[in-house]
């Protein structure tokens, strides 16, 4: 060992050195206070998942928004405040920098250290359970209205929701099984490569609400297709999701694609395209949703939105 | 550094060259230290380290929440991205030195990517885990299995590549890269076996980010990638002597195989615990010590200490970017290391290419 590496350990023991005074005075510093805080009318809430926000406007609570997490496009209003990122890889730092008095999260939203951070910072954190069907829906309405306190407010909403999935449910369950059309949910077709929706995805669940049947069902969800797979399931009607209005496959690239040409969605050059957060978001707007989706397939029917 | 001095030191005589690389060492470890400060004073919220400092030095308590920013954010996330930078960027210079080529890395013999598998495995099936093993592992079970994976990779490469005590340097750059493209095919498999979810956090996963940085993480990583940073040093006259052969640096009376064995520990002890507690994180270990070989020349007594230093400090530099320039989100690191290591590795290799031939 040479000069050197003594000059370099010299600088690595300075180092731990500030370390040890750092993390000491840092250590001597633990408050005492530990109450939780109550739920206020006027709480400063940060809003994590699509439908949360969505859900948080709709019971008319949108003033007391701060941040949204990047998934909470809709409506626009909401764009306009600060995004703490991503539903699944949160900044913890900046969700604690809005100084939320709660935080109101989808189930699966991450990481998860920086949920247990939240919590030791004693933020409120109220988990909102997050299951993709129609009960679901009103689940998480009556938990968001719960957290919020708007209670009866969240009664009302999750009654006109369950009526608008009932007339949507009716409808389907009209359908003749022998009319049902056969959907293939497409998520992306990169590389020529086409992404679809197999069992127990939520694309399955609202063309099963839709009265049609999802075209792939032998597997679970989304995952690539081979071009076989895709032929053998022979779907009427090709679905896919728009981003932020935008289409992301143009009919004429679409309709090229050798395994989509041969089906009879080819043939007929049928393809329905709705925005991803309207389709597949499981909130408030589901329903009239499926409504659009099921006239898509199935022609207009007038909404007696008075009848039930 | 100016670039005047820069051209001076290029141009210096060894032993001015040798002064020059102590003084570097003493500029990077202040330099260091600046960082860390600057770092646990930056992030998207607005609590002012000296300010807590003042409060606590009058000994009036701090707020909950600042004490959590500070203590449960800041501290270890900034202890994290030096340990993380230092591993990085000694694995790189290590891994150079011992096969003779500065474009080396862990990510060449696949320790990176068993590492990589193992996190891999660990997000898609660590669902399927008795409920009682997840509640002991739970959230360290991605660091743990990615660690595994790198050990098992170094141990497999080792086996291979080594016969009667000998190892052949060709052999394992040949084994790791097969590995590294064996671990990316059962990647590749159970990527499609993740559901949505898992996808997305696989996603996030690889584009490296020190955003879980816990102290229980840190305590995880941080023994095995301080052992590999003490070891290094000792490794250097060996290194020094490689270059100029295996058979020449054993005639300079140099164990050629203990100082391999030990090379290949360290990295694959800094790379793996690295990528553990990370993700992926890419150019540290290729940019930090090339930039120091321009510096003040390629004596690895020089070069591991300043490697370790420089890599430290260049991280928290890139995850104080990624902290604040979209805040209140942030920006997974391996972007930012990208973005600016990949211009600078260009420029180094243009460089490069004026002096010497590569």
């Known amino acids: ?92 730092e900046g969700v604690l920098s809005m100084n939320p008095d709660l935080v109101l999260a989808e ?83 990169e590389g020529g490569r086409i992404l679809a929706a197999g069992r127990n995805t ?3 669940t609202v063309i099963g609400m839709a009265g049609a049947i999802n075209a792939l069902d032998g597997f679970e969800g989304y995952k690539p297709v081979s071009d076989e797979a895709i032929v053998q399931a022979a779907p009427d009607v090709i679905l896919m999701m728009t981003r932020g209005g935008v289409v992301m496959v143009d009919d004429a690239a679409l309709f090229a694609m050798p395994a989509i040409a041969a089906t009879p969605a080819g043939e007929a050059r049928a393809v329905i395209r709705m925005g991803g957060q309207y389709l597949l978001g499981f909130g408030p707007r589901t329903a009239e949703a499926v409504q659009d989706l099921t006239d898509a397939l199935y022609g207009e029917q007038a909404h007696d939105a008075g009848s039930l | 550094m100016t670039l005047a001095a820069y051209d001076e030191i290029a141009v210096a005589d060894p032993p001015d060259r040798a002064a020059a690389a102590r003084r570097l060492t003493l500029w990077l470890g ?33 707020s909950r929440v600042d004490e959590t920013i500070l203590w449960n954010i800041r501290a270890p996330r900034t202890l994290m991205g030096a340990l993380v930078g230092a591993a990085l960027a000694t694995s790189g210079a290590v891994m150079q030195g011992l096969f003779r080529n500065p474009l080396a890395d862990p990510g060449l013999v696949g320790v990176s990517a068993g590492a990589g598998l193992g996190a891999i495995c660990a997000i898609v099936l660590g669902a399927a885990l008795p409920a009682g093993l997840m509640a002991l592992v739970g959230a360290h079970l991605v660091p743990l299995a ?122 694959a002890g800094a790379t793996g615990a690295a990528v553990a507690v990370s993700g992926g994180i890419g150019f540290v270990g290729i940019v930090v010590p090339h930039l120091l070989r321009l510096v003040s020349g390629p004596d ?39 973005i600016l290591g990949a211009p600078v590795f260009l420029w180094i290799l243009l460089r490069r290419r004026m002096v010497v031939d590569l």
């Open chain 2, 146 to 267: 990615a660690f595994a994976g790198g050990w098992i990779t170094t141990l497999v490469l080792y086996r291979v590549s080594t016969r009667g005590g000998r190892t052949s340097v060709a052999t394992m750059l040949l084994a790791g890269i097969a590995l590294g493209a064996l671990a990316g095919a059962v990647s590749g498999l159970l990527v499609y076996a993740a559901d949505d979810q898992q996808l997305r956090d696989l996603t996030f996963w690889g584009l490296g980010s020190l955003a879980g940085a816990t102290w229980g993480k840190l305590l995880a990583a941080a023994p095995i990638i301080l052992a590999a940073m003490l070891g290094a040093p000792f490794l250097a006259r060996g290194l020094n002597a490689l270059a100029l052969g295996e058979a020449a640096a054993g005639h300079l009376g140099i164990p050629v195989q203990r100082v391999k064995n030990l090379a290949v520990l360290a990295v």
């Open chain 2, 30 to 62: 202040l330099l260091l230290l600046a960082t860390m400060t600057a770092s646990l004073a930056t992030g998207a919220a607005g609590t002012s380290l000296w300010a807590a400092l003042g409060d606590l030095a009058q000994g009036r308590a701090l």
């Open chain 1, 1 to 92: 060992m040479t000069k050197r590496c003594n000059r370099g350990s010299g600088i690595a023991a300075l180092t731990a050195l500030w370390v040890v005074a750092f993390g000491g005075v840092m250590a001597g510093s633990v408050s005492a206070e530990n109450t939780e805080t109550p739920a206020n009318p006027h709480a400063d809430i940060v809003s994590i998942g699509g439908s949360i926000t969505e859900i948080v406007y709709e019971l008319d609570q949108q003033h007391r928004l701060i941040a949204r997490d990047t998934t909470s496009s809709y409506p626009e209003a909401a764009l306009a405040l600060p995004d703490v990122g991503y539903v699944r890889g949160l900044s913890p």
């Open chain 2, 300 to 338: 690895h007594r020089a070069l591991l200490p300043n490697a370790a230093l420089l890599g430290a400090s260049l991280l928290l530099g890139a995850d104080m970017i990624s902290r604040t320039i979209i805040a209140p989100a942030e920006l997974p690191i391996g972007i930012v290391t990208a």
């Open chain 1, 107 to 189: 189930a699966d939203a991450g990481p998860p250290e920086a949920l247990d951070v939240l919590k030791k910072a004693g933020v409120r954190l109220v988990l909102i359970p997050d299951e993709p069907t129609a009960a679901g829906i009103l689940a998480k309405i009556r938990a968001v209205g719960t957290a919020l306190d708007v209670e009866a407010r969240a009664e009302v909403l999750a009654d006109d929701v369950a009526a608008q999935l009932e007339r949507a449910t009716v409808r389907a369950d009209a359908i003749a099984d022998g009319d049902r059309k056969r959907v293939l949910f497409v998520l992306s077709v």
């Open chain 1, 202 to 204: 939520e694309a399955a």
